[in-house]
């Protein structure tokens, strides 16, 4: 498009800018044009410009500078932990028990301090019988009668922020590692220029008018329309794209699944987050001394410690099963079973909580339910664990029900979101006998996706089950992660919103 078509298409700030870069002989940041009284706002500028710059008339040099500033500066009053640490043992004639300075510096501050004189060399520690100490270094003597580095930054960042160029990137990490001290402030410079096409542009002589952009019914009714002159516009120009509102995609991958399950003629169930062990774990065979129940894998409840199970009859039972193993021919698992540990309230492991109390109300054949629930473990958080997660849960209660047809189901199911080739495995969990594995064929490699197999007569005869249960549990995050090539499970939860405005709807 040649210069005086665009010319004609531009709004009325655009016409501003130019003129006014023109008056700057072609150049000007947003703070020279606001302060010649130009225009009021830096937004109002930059949106002008950024129009500008679409239209091949200006180009926007920006310049991103780095800068560290004193969060507060009331901790920085304080003076650093080591410091007044090495005050006090100074005070104490260079050498102080550790108890005393823990008498001084109480709340764990002291602790705080400790770390740094160590990690600093300022101090030793001393032990001597029972007691340790804290003596003075040649180098923590000196820091009595001098500034150390990082005070010596902190004192120029309390009169102004520092230019990264400025600081030792070393104190500044170390600094950065003291919560509360120093944070980044970044400074954009913006400068505003025209291209050649702007100045051609300018040149043209153009007037500064106001026209009209909406035709309104009061612009019609009152005639006005005849006397104003519209702006014309530009078909062609750039304009921002729209988004529209869309879920998640993980609640369309749960909404799929859950259609699958509908389809095939299953019942939605579900359970609390919170659960007594009985539940959770005794009511499916896992002995009470089992690793499971650890602190290392479980969520334990300190409000309510406890939770009263009810049912006298149904505990009966379960404690008969893991002493004795019942009517079932098993031996159970022998011991004394404690009421009181299958109280601890805990934060459920798993979604087959959901399936057992489905199956103490449903016993008799035949029955399909599944859920799709959040689960609690004491795990680290890495990029292939969360400690809350998701499972998809199912039963099925046939009286043809077959570790075949658990396979046939669990086959159609991964097929259906996209796998075609699923391999099983065995496996041993507490609760089914047979069990197994399911993994599927991925990137060049097998990827383990989760667990099923058919309920121990331990589980199901103290709910008068007479027919095989059936019983998978898949991982929802990581069926998701395979699905669009995900590597870290945090990505699917800290969501960019750039990647949610670009996933694909389906």
């Known amino acids: 498009m040649i210069v005086s078509e665009i010319v ?6 655009e016409r501003k800018l130019l003129i006014a870069l023109s008056a700057f002989k072609g150049a000007a940041s947003p703070a020279d044009l606001i302060k010649a009284g ?10 002008a410009a950024s129009w500008l710059e679409s239209k091949g008339l200006v ?15 009331e901790i920085i009053g304080k003076g650093l932990p080591e410091r007044r640490a090495i005050a006090f043992i100074n005070e104490s004639g260079g050498r102080m028990d550790m108890n005393v300075l823990s008498e001084k510096m109480p709340g764990g501050e002291d602790k705080i301090a400790v770390g740094w004189l160590k990690r600093k060399g300022l101090a030793d520690i001393v032990p001597e019988g029972v007691s340790k100490f804290l003596a003075l270094t040649d180098k923590g003597r000196a820091a009595i009668r001098s500034k150390m580095e990082d005070e010596a930054l902190l004192e120029r960042m309390m009169s102004s922020p520092v230019h990264e160029k400025d600081a030792d990137p070393n104190l500044i990490k170390d600094l950065k590692g003291r ?10 410079a913006r400068t505003i220029i025209l291209t050649d096409e702007g100045k051609e542009a300018a040149a043209t002589g153009i007037e500064l008018k106001e026209e009209v952009t909406d035709v309104t019914d009061r612009l019609i009714q009152s005639g006005d329309w005849a006397n104003v002159q519209f702006r014309k516009y530009d078909v062609g120009t750039f304009a921002p794209s729209v988004t529209p509102a869309k879920k998640h995609p993980l609640t369309r991958l749960g909404n799929e699944i859950r259609q699958l399950f509908m389809n095939m003629g299953f019942s939605e169930m579900s359970s609390e987050y919170v659960q007594p062990a009985f539940w959770n774990l005794d009511v499916l065979f896992t002995p009470q001394d089992h690793p499971a129940r650890d602190l290392q894998d479980t969520f334990y409840l300190d409000n309510p410690p406890r939770l009263d199970i009810g049912d006298d009859d149904l505990v009966r039972r379960v404690k008969d099963i893991h002493e004795r193993g019942g009517n079932t021919g098993s031996t159970g698992w022998g011991g004394t079973w404690s009421k009181e540990k299958a109280e601890a309230a805990l934060l459920r492991t798993h979604s ?8 103490a109300e449903h016993p008799d054949a035949p029955q399909k339910a599944f859920s799709i629930s959040r689960i609690f473990r004491n795990e680290s958080i890495d990029s292939t664990h969360l400690p809350e997660f998701t499972q998809i849960e199912g039963i099925v209660i046939d009286e043809n029900g077959s570790f075949d047809m658990l396979i046939s189901m669990i086959k159609d199911f991964y097929a259906s979101m996209g796998f075609g080739q699923v391999r099983i495995r065995p496996a041993y969990f507490p609760y089914t006998e047979p069990s197994l594995e399911v993994e599927v064929f991925f990137n060049g490699k097998w990827m383990e996706l989760g667990g099923a197999g058919i309920f121990r007569p331990e589980v199901t005869e103290p709910f008068g089950v007479k027919h095989p249960v059936l019983a998978w549990g898949f991982g929802f995050e990581r069926l998701a992660m395979l699905k669009w090539d995900i590597r870290d ?8 919103m750039d990647d949610l405005k670009k996933n694909t709807v389906f």
């Open 38 to 47: 130009e225009f009021g706002l830096e937004v109002e500028i930059m949106g």
């Open 8 to 13: 004609e298409g531009l709004s009325y700030n």
């Open 179 to 188: 919560q509360g001290m120093i944070q980044d402030r970044i400074v954009t």
């Open 59 to 73: 180009k926007i040099d920006e310049k991103v500078q780095k800068f560290f500033e004193i969060v507060d500066k």
């Open 489 to 496: 499970i945090r990505d699917l939860y800290i969501s960019d």
């Open 352 to 359: 087959t909580v959901s399936s057992i109390r489905y199956i």
